[in-house]
Protein backbone atom coordinates (compact mmCIF):
# COMPACT_ATOMS: atom_id res chain seq x y z
CA UNK A 1 0.00 0.00 0.00
CA UNK A 2 1.36 3.58 -0.76
CA UNK A 3 1.16 6.90 0.27
CA UNK A 4 -0.92 9.45 -2.09
CA UNK A 5 1.13 10.93 -5.06
CA UNK A 6 2.59 14.60 -3.90
CA UNK A 7 4.31 16.56 -6.03
CA UNK A 8 7.15 18.88 -5.91
CA UNK A 9 7.08 22.30 -7.95
CA UNK A 10 10.56 22.11 -8.76
CA UNK A 11 11.81 18.58 -8.83
CA UNK A 12 8.33 17.18 -10.28
CA UNK A 13 6.56 14.08 -8.57
CA UNK A 14 7.96 12.70 -5.09
CA UNK A 15 8.25 8.85 -5.21
CA UNK A 16 5.72 7.21 -3.21
CA UNK A 17 5.79 5.69 -0.07
CA UNK A 18 5.56 1.66 -0.34
CA UNK A 19 4.96 -0.51 2.56
CA UNK A 20 6.84 -3.65 2.85
CA UNK A 21 4.01 -5.65 1.95
CA UNK A 22 2.40 -3.54 -1.49
CA UNK A 23 3.28 -6.55 -3.30
CA UNK A 24 1.41 -8.97 -1.78
CA UNK A 25 -1.71 -6.96 -1.40
CA UNK A 26 -3.90 -9.07 -4.09
CA UNK A 27 -2.29 -11.85 -2.57
CA UNK A 28 -3.73 -11.77 0.56
CA UNK A 29 -7.11 -10.64 -0.32
CA UNK A 30 -7.48 -13.51 -2.43
CA UNK A 31 -6.32 -15.91 0.75
CA UNK A 32 -8.70 -14.52 2.54
CA UNK A 33 -12.43 -15.99 3.20
CA UNK A 34 -15.28 -15.66 5.33
CA UNK A 35 -17.92 -18.35 6.90
CA UNK A 36 -17.26 -20.53 9.79
CA UNK A 37 -13.83 -21.50 9.07
CA UNK A 38 -13.13 -18.02 7.73
CA UNK A 39 -9.74 -16.11 8.37
CA UNK A 40 -8.39 -13.11 6.43
CA UNK A 41 -5.06 -11.44 6.22
CA UNK A 42 -3.85 -8.05 5.85
CA UNK A 43 -1.02 -5.75 6.12
CA UNK A 44 -2.19 -2.26 8.47
CA UNK A 45 1.21 0.01 7.33
CA UNK A 46 2.76 3.20 8.31
CA UNK A 47 1.61 2.66 12.60
CA UNK A 48 3.94 4.96 14.24
CA UNK A 49 6.15 3.11 16.73
CA UNK A 50 8.14 4.36 18.99
CA UNK A 51 10.82 2.27 21.11
CA UNK A 52 11.32 3.32 24.80
CA UNK A 53 13.71 2.80 27.80
CA UNK A 54 13.29 4.27 30.90
CA UNK A 55 13.49 3.28 34.78
CA UNK A 56 9.82 2.78 35.72
CA UNK A 57 10.59 4.49 39.35
CA UNK A 58 11.74 6.85 37.76
CA UNK A 59 10.50 10.84 37.55
CA UNK A 60 10.93 10.71 33.95
CA UNK A 61 8.51 7.90 33.81
CA UNK A 62 5.55 9.61 35.17
CA UNK A 63 6.29 12.76 32.70
CA UNK A 64 6.15 10.13 30.32
CA UNK A 65 3.16 8.42 31.11
CA UNK A 66 1.51 12.00 31.73
CA UNK A 67 2.47 12.77 28.11
CA UNK A 68 0.82 9.27 26.95
CA UNK A 69 -1.99 9.50 29.01
CA UNK A 70 -1.43 5.49 30.08
CA UNK A 71 0.31 4.30 32.57
CA UNK A 72 3.37 2.23 31.71
CA UNK A 73 2.71 -1.65 31.79
CA UNK A 74 4.40 -3.19 34.36
CA UNK A 75 4.01 -7.05 33.35
CA UNK A 76 5.21 -9.27 30.44
CA UNK A 77 2.02 -9.73 28.22
CA UNK A 78 0.75 -6.42 29.63
CA UNK A 79 -0.73 -3.35 26.96
CA UNK A 80 -3.04 -0.61 27.49
CA UNK A 81 -4.68 -0.78 24.54
CA UNK A 82 -8.41 -3.11 26.66
CA UNK A 83 -8.33 0.61 28.75
CA UNK A 84 -7.67 3.05 26.04
CA UNK A 85 -9.63 5.04 24.35
CA UNK A 86 -10.05 5.34 20.72
CA UNK A 87 -7.15 7.06 18.84
CA UNK A 88 -5.37 6.86 22.33
CA UNK A 89 -1.70 5.30 21.90
CA UNK A 90 -1.33 1.83 22.98
CA UNK A 91 1.67 0.62 24.84
CA UNK A 92 3.15 -2.94 24.81
CA UNK A 93 5.93 -3.99 27.56
CA UNK A 94 8.65 -6.18 26.08
CA UNK A 95 11.15 -5.71 29.26
CA UNK A 96 11.17 -4.69 32.55
CA UNK A 97 12.26 -1.16 31.66
CA UNK A 98 11.85 -1.29 27.55
CA UNK A 99 8.19 -0.40 25.81
CA UNK A 100 6.78 -0.46 22.14
CA UNK A 101 4.69 2.60 21.71
CA UNK A 102 2.29 2.39 19.09
CA UNK A 103 0.31 5.80 17.75
CA UNK A 104 -2.07 6.79 15.41
CA UNK A 105 -0.48 10.49 15.78
CA UNK A 106 2.67 11.47 13.42
CA UNK A 107 5.99 9.76 14.03
CA UNK A 108 8.08 12.76 14.71
CA UNK A 109 5.26 14.65 16.80
CA UNK A 110 5.18 11.23 19.37
CA UNK A 111 9.15 11.14 18.90
CA UNK A 112 9.77 14.81 20.12
CA UNK A 113 6.93 14.81 22.92
CA UNK A 114 8.64 11.70 24.81
CA UNK A 115 11.84 13.11 24.14
CA UNK A 116 11.09 15.83 26.07
CA UNK A 117 9.39 13.88 28.75
CA UNK A 118 12.40 11.67 28.92
CA UNK A 119 14.70 15.18 29.46
CA UNK A 120 18.39 14.42 30.62
CA UNK A 121 17.58 11.16 32.92
CA UNK A 122 18.64 8.05 31.40
CA UNK A 123 16.74 5.98 28.73
CA UNK A 124 16.19 6.32 25.08
CA UNK A 125 13.61 6.87 22.62
CA UNK A 126 13.72 5.70 19.24
CA UNK A 127 11.45 5.99 16.54
CA UNK A 128 11.34 2.42 14.89
CA UNK A 129 7.84 3.33 12.61
CA UNK A 130 10.36 2.15 9.56
CA UNK A 131 11.64 -0.90 11.23
CA UNK A 132 8.43 -3.51 11.33
CA UNK A 133 5.35 -2.81 9.42
CA UNK A 134 1.89 -4.67 10.84
CA UNK A 135 -0.01 -7.43 9.61
CA UNK A 136 -3.28 -8.46 10.73
CA UNK A 137 -4.86 -12.06 10.69
CA UNK A 138 -8.80 -12.37 11.87
CA UNK A 139 -11.29 -14.58 11.95
CA UNK A 140 -12.71 -17.93 13.39
CA UNK A 141 -9.63 -19.91 12.62
CA UNK A 142 -7.37 -17.31 13.05
CA UNK A 143 -5.98 -18.88 16.60
CA UNK A 144 -5.87 -22.42 14.13
CA UNK A 145 -3.34 -20.45 11.77
CA UNK A 146 -1.04 -19.34 14.56
CA UNK A 147 -0.85 -22.86 16.08
CA UNK A 148 1.05 -24.01 13.08
CA UNK A 149 3.96 -22.29 13.70
CA UNK A 150 3.74 -20.27 17.02
CA UNK A 151 5.07 -21.81 20.28
CA UNK A 152 2.65 -19.77 22.52
CA UNK A 153 -0.14 -21.54 24.18
CA UNK A 154 -2.84 -19.36 22.20
CA UNK A 155 -6.18 -21.16 24.03
CA UNK A 156 -8.39 -17.89 26.07
CA UNK A 157 -6.96 -20.02 29.25
CA UNK A 158 -3.59 -18.56 28.82
CA UNK A 159 -3.77 -15.65 26.16
CA UNK A 160 -6.77 -12.77 24.81
CA UNK A 161 -8.07 -9.61 24.13
CA UNK A 162 -5.00 -6.80 25.48
CA UNK A 163 -2.29 -9.11 25.65
CA UNK A 164 0.92 -8.83 23.20
CA UNK A 165 4.19 -11.00 23.91
CA UNK A 166 7.87 -11.20 21.35
CA UNK A 167 7.70 -14.48 20.04
CA UNK A 168 7.87 -16.30 16.99
CA UNK A 169 5.89 -17.48 13.91
CA UNK A 170 6.74 -19.87 11.65
CA UNK A 171 10.77 -18.99 12.15
CA UNK A 172 9.70 -14.85 12.30
CA UNK A 173 10.20 -13.32 15.17
CA UNK A 174 7.45 -11.19 15.83
CA UNK A 175 5.42 -9.34 18.40
CA UNK A 176 1.89 -10.73 18.73
CA UNK A 177 -0.99 -8.44 19.81
CA UNK A 178 -4.27 -9.93 20.32
CA UNK A 179 -6.63 -7.19 19.70
CA UNK A 180 -10.29 -8.98 20.28
CA UNK A 181 -11.79 -12.18 21.07
CA UNK A 182 -12.91 -12.34 17.28
CA UNK A 183 -10.10 -13.34 17.62
CA UNK A 184 -7.98 -10.78 15.96
CA UNK A 185 -4.44 -10.67 16.27
CA UNK A 186 -1.90 -8.00 14.65
CA UNK A 187 1.77 -9.52 14.18
CA UNK A 188 4.19 -7.14 14.05
CA UNK A 189 7.47 -8.22 12.40
CA UNK A 190 10.32 -6.57 11.14
CA UNK A 191 10.39 -5.13 7.67
CA UNK A 192 12.36 -7.31 5.97
CA UNK A 193 11.01 -10.90 7.52
CA UNK A 194 7.33 -9.54 6.58
CA UNK A 195 7.36 -11.45 3.01
CA UNK A 196 8.16 -14.32 4.55
CA UNK A 197 5.82 -14.15 7.22
CA UNK A 198 3.11 -13.13 4.82
CA UNK A 199 3.28 -16.11 2.54
CA UNK A 200 3.71 -18.62 5.39
CA UNK A 201 -0.23 -17.22 6.91
CA UNK A 202 -1.05 -17.51 3.13
CA UNK A 203 0.07 -21.29 3.07
CA UNK A 204 -1.11 -22.16 6.67
CA UNK A 205 -4.77 -20.41 5.93
CA UNK A 206 -5.34 -22.42 2.75
CA UNK A 207 -6.54 -25.82 4.43
CA UNK A 208 -9.19 -23.60 5.82
CA UNK A 209 -11.32 -23.08 2.60
CA UNK A 210 -12.29 -26.60 3.10
CA UNK A 211 -14.84 -28.04 5.37
CA UNK A 212 -14.02 -29.53 8.39
CA UNK A 213 -12.41 -33.09 8.08
CA UNK A 214 -14.15 -35.21 11.28
Given at each position: ?????????G?????L??????????R?????F???R?????????T?M??????????????I?????????R?C????????????????????????V????????V??????????????????S??????????PS?R?????????D????????G?A????????P?????????????????????????????????????????
Amino acid sequence: MAEPTTTDAGTGPVALRTSPLAHLTQRMRAASFTGARGVTLTERPFTTMVNLRVDPASDAAARIEKTLGAALPRRCGDTTSSAAPAGSPTLAWLGPDEWLVLSPAEETTVTAELRDALGTNPGSVVNVSANRTTVELSGPSARQVLEKGCPLDLHPRAFGPGQAVSTTVGPVPVLLWQLDAAPTYRLLPRSSFADYLARWLIDAMHEYRGPQVP
